[in-house]
């Protein structure tokens, strides 16, 4: 089983956290002292450029973000941009699509500020200047951010100054308070949604959580281990060192979890793939299946690998269960049913492979959830709990301070990444007193955030108005600490993917992104006079999406001797890379033209930590021969290379033992073979940017001996079931990948399939220096360093040769230029700066 359905497409990162239904509330918390700032580990460094003013000023004077800022908007005419469906979670806390999250996010601010690289602007209230594509960008934000570890306590402290003078689209002043109220709601026990905040090790979190202390933590956690361990059909006994109520309590929250899990599944196919999959799965149209709850969990359940639908209905794929989907319908019930019998129950594994945000401690939930029910009860807590998250301190009525326990890199675009919600608007500021551990609503409660999920406010450039007919409304926020928005109303509307560009082209949208292909710019072309895809109807802004496409090869099974770390089979590995490699240049332009580029190294071009072709050592990924020397000339043609590719791939052959004699392999050494099985992702019917390249190294293999069986499934999760059991040898398919490169998951020993990690290191590859310089550069703050560290990991990964790079696909954004003043769009949009960045900027003509 496993969650990935498309490989070519990024993967909306999407929560996958469960807690159950019926989770009983927890003691209260004991009112104690409130943290303060001296009440955590002081810090000894930090980054260079991440000053902060650290005296606590007496009284504060607003910082206005520039000079005549407008106060009203100055067109009347709406801006209305295309957009995918809605599932109406516009919240800050619990929106689930990337499309709820941009329409919450029109609505918000948020505490950290990013360049066009993705890159942090710390001191962003007075701004900072950064060059991109050899322009000067100056970058302002509404919170200054500071980074500082203590070495001698293990600690980090992440600061966040805010703006003084930001006030949210009702006229209410943003404050520390609001930041107290956001983090409280996030970190509540209760809470479930798309943040990962829960997952830092903030100090006192797991107490506040539990509402325990640690040794009652400790205490009840051994008591969930042995349950659990006990097993679902243990018949209590006296003689258990529990109590039948917490063998029964935790076998509740247990199922809670999972069939929560199995919703979000169900959830997250509806959201992203109901367009695509409808009629090629269920032979029904989305339509049909949105109207019936029962077609939505077979729907879920036949996409995500649990279930297999034909004529005469569904069958459970491991108990055989039959629905006719006409009379009888499966239920969320059933779809638990189904995973746990599929996955004997095992909820550890289930949880490393098929939720949407795998690998997930969905375990871990259930456990908490027991722990924060069972532990305030125990003598030892005296009936008081825990009254704050000690780690979480407010300084003064502009300034957060978050402590936690290690570093880690990555970390500060989760911690300080929040948007800043209105405690006035999303709690109840009567339950707000800071010092007195009051943080805008009762602990373990979050329905009034619940109640306004459909319906944003804050401090953002738009004010939500209505969702109605498909069509999100906003108008100008005048309190925009950026100055009112240029256009007072603006449009989302929901428009089939396949429509954008003709939306755009007929006056339906003004905007609107669009996935790149061939077929789709040479639409848009078409509307243009000058046959190009920016002109006097629509102009085309590309930018590379935020992942990258790749072949892989399992160092466990395709090896020599058994053993993958050798140079031998990294030889082995180097000549089937060499002759997939060569065939990427014709491949990915003829499926894609503009719309991808061949990358060299496997890491999306969207990251900092990218080499570039322009730095010293960059290199053309299995260019060089056995010897080191260069494959290929400067002038050589794709058919000059082909042979070429060949001869090369023939003397690594040779040098893994491989026996040669009239230009071929007649036999291979132990443990190798002459034949090899790569899966791809086609359908059945060779739909995959890859697809050429496999056809080619296929012939070019034959030519020296080898054969590549290519083996394309009409149902994908063939490929993904044996990534998951780790018996693949070649396979095809696509990273989606995040702001900050971390390839601890990834590329890390301790992520092999069945290794007890991440189970996401499919390559197989164990390498002690790859595994130490990938910890090492999550431990530094220092961006420069961090890129040069990632180099030698992205070296060692090309060296081992179970990855070959093969493109960095690219979305679009197109504007009308009949309609839209392009000259007011934001100029340079990447990955990480879209033009919403600068909405309040935009023009109609």
Same mark, same amino acid.
């Given at each position: 089983?496993? #969650? #990935?359905? +498309?490989?070519f497409v990024s993967i909306l990162m999407i929560a996958a956290f469960a807690l159950s239904a019926c989770t009983p509330t927890p003691a209260t918390p004991a009112v104690t002292d409130v943290p303060k700032a001296t009440d955590v580990p002081k810090a000894t460094k930090g980054p260079e450029v991440t000053e902060v003013p650290t005296e606590v000023v007496p009284t504060? =004077?607003? &910082?206005?973000?520039?000079?005549? +800022?407008?106060?009203?908007?100055? *067109?009347d005419t709406p801006l209305v941009v295309a957009y995918s469906d809605f599932s109406q979670k516009f919240s800050p806390f619990f929106a689930d699509t990337g499309y709820d999250m941009d329409v919450a996010s029109m609505t &918000? *601010?948020?505490?950290?500020?990013?360049?066009? $690289?993705?890159? *942090?602007? /710390?001191?962003?209230?007075?701004? =900072?200047?950064?060059?991109?594509?050899g322009t000067d960008y100056l970058y302002k934000g509404p919170a200054d951010t500071k980074v500082e570890y203590d070495e001698a306590t293990d600690t980090t402290k992440y600061t966040a100054r805010l703006r003084v003078g930001m006030k949210f689209s009702d006229g209410e002043p943003v404050t520390a308070d609001d930041i107290i109220f956001t983090y409280y709601t996030f970190l509540d026990p209760s809470y479930v949604g798309s943040t990962t905040l829960g997952s830092y090790d903030i100090l006192g979190l797991r107490d506040y959580q539990t509402q325990t202390t640690s040794e009652v933590f400790a205490k009840y956690a051994g008591i969930a281990d042995t349950i659990y361990a006990a097993g679902a059909d243990h018949v209590w006994a006296a003689s258990d060192p529990w109590t039948k109520e917490q063998q029964d309590d935790f076998w509740s929250r247990f199922e809670g979890a999972w069939t929560t899990d199995v919703q979000s599944i169900v959830d997250y196919v509806m959201a992203n793939y109901l367009d695509a999959y409808a009629g090629d799965i269920m032979g029904l149209t989305p339509d049909e299946i949105k109207a019936n709850e029962g077609l939505k969990i077979a729907f879920g359940m036949a996409l995500w690998g649990f279930a297999d639908k034909?004529?005469?209905g569904l069958t459970g794929s491991t108990t055989g269960t039959k629905w006719d989907l006409v009379t009888a319908f499966p239920t969320i019930d059933d779809f638990y049913k189904e995973a746990y019998a599929t996955y004997d129950g095992? /909820?550890?594994?289930?949880?490393?492979?098929?939720?949407?945000?795998?690998? @997930?401690?969905?375990?871990?939930? $259930? #456990?908490?959830?027991f722990i924060g029910y069972w532990g305030p009860l125990d003598e030892g807590m005296g009936g008081k709990g825990v009254p704050n998250i000690s780690g979480i301190v407010k300084v003064d009525d502009y300034t957060v301070e978050v402590t936690v326990n290690g570093f880690s890199a990555p970390a500060v675009y989760s911690i300080l990444g929040i948007q800043v919600a209105p405690m006035h608007y999303y709690g109840d500021p009567a339950k707000y007193d800071y010092e007195n551990n009051k943080f805008g609503f009762d602990f373990g409660d979050l329905s009034k955030q619940q109640s306004l999920t459909a319906t944003p406010m804050g401090g953002g450039s738009y004010k939500f108005i209505k969702y109605?007919?498909? $069509?999100?409304? /906003? =108008? @100008?926020?005048?309190?925009?600490?950026?100055?009112?928005?240029?256009i007072a109303e603006l449009q989302f509307k929901e428009t089939v993917s396949s429509e954008v560009a003709s939306a755009v082209q007929t006056g339906t949208a003004d905007a609107g992104e669009m996935t790149g292909s061939r077929s789709r710019f040479e639409e848009v072309a078409s509307y243009n006079s000058n046959g190009e895809i920016t002109g006097d109807v629509i102009t085309t802004s590309k930018v590379d999406n935020l992942g990258y496409g790749y072949a892989g090869i399992n160092a466990d099974t395709v090896n020599v001797g058994g053993e993958p770390g050798s140079e031998a089979s990294k030889n082995l590995r180097k000549a089937l890379a060499t002759v997939l490699a060569v065939y990427r240049d014709v491949a990915i332009d003829s499926y894609y033209g503009e719309a991808a580029t061949v990358i060299n190294y496997p890491i999306s071009n969207t990251s900092w930590a990218a080499p570039q072709p322009t730095d010293e050592d960059y290199k053309i990924a299995f260019s060089t021969t056995v010897d080191g020397s260069p494959i290929y000339t400067a002038d050589m043609t794709p058919e000059q290379k082909y042979p070429a590719a060949e001869a090369a791939a023939l003397a690594y052959l040779e040098a893994a033992g491989y026996t040669v004699a009239g230009g071929k392999v007649t036999a291979a050494p132990e443990g190798a073979k002459l034949s090899y099985e790569v899966i791809i992702p086609g359908g059945g019917t060779g739909d995959h940017p890859a697809f050429a390249i496999l056809t080619g190294a296929q012939k070019s293999l034959a030519n020296i001996g080898i054969e590549l069986k290519?083996?394309?499934? @009409?149902?994908?999760?063939?490929?993904?079931?044996?990534?998951?059991?780790?018996?693949?040898e070649l396979w095809t398919a696509a990273w989606g990948a995040t702001i900050d490169p971390d390839m601890y998951q990834v590329y890390h020993s301790s992520g092999v399939v069945g290794e007890g990690g991440s189970d996401s290191n499919h390559y197989h590859i164990r390498d002690a220096e790859l595994d130490q310089l990938i910890v090492d550069a999550r431990k530094s703050e220092d961006q420069n360093y961090r890129k040069a560290v990632y180099k030698q990991a992205l070296d060692i990964i090309i060296d081992w040769a179970v990855e070959v790079p093969t493109y960095q696909r690219q979305n679009s954004v197109i504007f009308s230029t009949v309609r839209m003043d392009i000259d007011s769009i934001t100029p340079d949009i990447t990955t990480f700066w879209g033009w919403l960045n600068d909405i309040e900027l935009v023009k109609m003509r």
């Amino acid at each position: 089983m496993s #969650k #990935k359905i +498309l490989v070519f497409v990024s993967i909306l990162m999407i929560a996958a956290f469960a807690l159950s239904a019926c989770t009983p509330t927890p003691a209260t918390p004991a009112v104690t002292d409130v943290p303060k700032a001296t009440d955590v580990p002081k810090a000894t460094k930090g980054p260079e450029v991440t000053e902060v003013p650290t005296e606590v000023v007496p009284t504060f =004077e607003d &910082q206005p973000f520039g000079e005549n +800022l407008p106060t009203a908007p100055t *067109i009347d005419t709406p801006l209305v941009v295309a957009y995918s469906d809605f599932s109406q979670k516009f919240s800050p806390f619990f929106a689930d699509t990337g499309y709820d999250m941009d329409v919450a996010s029109m609505t &918000q *601010i948020s505490l950290l500020t990013t360049d066009r $690289v993705g890159g *942090i602007i /710390f001191n962003a209230i007075e701004g =900072e200047t950064v060059n991109y594509n050899g322009t000067d960008y100056l970058y302002k934000g509404p919170a200054d951010t500071k980074v500082e570890y203590d070495e001698a306590t293990d600690t980090t402290k992440y600061t966040a100054r805010l703006r003084v003078g930001m006030k949210f689209s009702d006229g209410e002043p943003v404050t520390a308070d609001d930041i107290i109220f956001t983090y409280y709601t996030f970190l509540d026990p209760s809470y479930v949604g798309s943040t990962t905040l829960g997952s830092y090790d903030i100090l006192g979190l797991r107490d506040y959580q539990t509402q325990t202390t640690s040794e009652v933590f400790a205490k009840y956690a051994g008591i969930a281990d042995t349950i659990y361990a006990a097993g679902a059909d243990h018949v209590w006994a006296a003689s258990d060192p529990w109590t039948k109520e917490q063998q029964d309590d935790f076998w509740s929250r247990f199922e809670g979890a999972w069939t929560t899990d199995v919703q979000s599944i169900v959830d997250y196919v509806m959201a992203n793939y109901l367009d695509a999959y409808a009629g090629d799965i269920m032979g029904l149209t989305p339509d049909e299946i949105k109207a019936n709850e029962g077609l939505k969990i077979a729907f879920g359940m036949a996409l995500w690998g649990f279930a297999d639908k034909d004529d005469t209905g569904l069958t459970g794929s491991t108990t055989g269960t039959k629905w006719d989907l006409v009379t009888a319908f499966p239920t969320i019930d059933d779809f638990y049913k189904e995973a746990y019998a599929t996955y004997d129950g095992d /909820f550890e594994k289930y949880s490393s492979v098929e939720p949407v945000n795998a690998p @997930a401690d969905l375990l871990g939930g $259930v #456990k908490s959830a027991f722990i924060g029910y069972w532990g305030p009860l125990d003598e030892g807590m005296g009936g008081k709990g825990v009254p704050n998250i000690s780690g979480i301190v407010k300084v003064d009525d502009y300034t957060v301070e978050v402590t936690v326990n290690g570093f880690s890199a990555p970390a500060v675009y989760s911690i300080l990444g929040i948007q800043v919600a209105p405690m006035h608007y999303y709690g109840d500021p009567a339950k707000y007193d800071y010092e007195n551990n009051k943080f805008g609503f009762d602990f373990g409660d979050l329905s009034k955030q619940q109640s306004l999920t459909a319906t944003p406010m804050g401090g953002g450039s738009y004010k939500f108005i209505k969702y109605d007919n498909k $069509v999100v409304y /906003f =108008e @100008a926020n005048e309190n925009y600490y950026r100055g009112c928005p240029a256009i007072a109303e603006l449009q989302f509307k929901e428009t089939v993917s396949s429509e954008v560009a003709s939306a755009v082209q007929t006056g339906t949208a003004d905007a609107g992104e669009m996935t790149g292909s061939r077929s789709r710019f040479e639409e848009v072309a078409s509307y243009n006079s000058n046959g190009e895809i920016t002109g006097d109807v629509i102009t085309t802004s590309k930018v590379d999406n935020l992942g990258y496409g790749y072949a892989g090869i399992n160092a466990d099974t395709v090896n020599v001797g058994g053993e993958p770390g050798s140079e031998a089979s990294k030889n082995l590995r180097k000549a089937l890379a060499t002759v997939l490699a060569v065939y990427r240049d014709v491949a990915i332009d003829s499926y894609y033209g503009e719309a991808a580029t061949v990358i060299n190294y496997p890491i999306s071009n969207t990251s900092w930590a990218a080499p570039q072709p322009t730095d010293e050592d960059y290199k053309i990924a299995f260019s060089t021969t056995v010897d080191g020397s260069p494959i290929y000339t400067a002038d050589m043609t794709p058919e000059q290379k082909y042979p070429a590719a060949e001869a090369a791939a023939l003397a690594y052959l040779e040098a893994a033992g491989y026996t040669v004699a009239g230009g071929k392999v007649t036999a291979a050494p132990e443990g190798a073979k002459l034949s090899y099985e790569v899966i791809i992702p086609g359908g059945g019917t060779g739909d995959h940017p890859a697809f050429a390249i496999l056809t080619g190294a296929q012939k070019s293999l034959a030519n020296i001996g080898i054969e590549l069986k290519i083996n394309d499934p @009409a149902d994908a999760n063939i490929l993904w079931d044996a990534l998951d059991a780790g018996t693949q040898e070649l396979w095809t398919a696509a990273w989606g990948a995040t702001i900050d490169p971390d390839m601890y998951q990834v590329y890390h020993s301790s992520g092999v399939v069945g290794e007890g990690g991440s189970d996401s290191n499919h390559y197989h590859i164990r390498d002690a220096e790859l595994d130490q310089l990938i910890v090492d550069a999550r431990k530094s703050e220092d961006q420069n360093y961090r890129k040069a560290v990632y180099k030698q990991a992205l070296d060692i990964i090309i060296d081992w040769a179970v990855e070959v790079p093969t493109y960095q696909r690219q979305n679009s954004v197109i504007f009308s230029t009949v309609r839209m003043d392009i000259d007011s769009i934001t100029p340079d949009i990447t990955t990480f700066w879209g033009w919403l960045n600068d909405i309040e900027l935009v023009k109609m003509r």
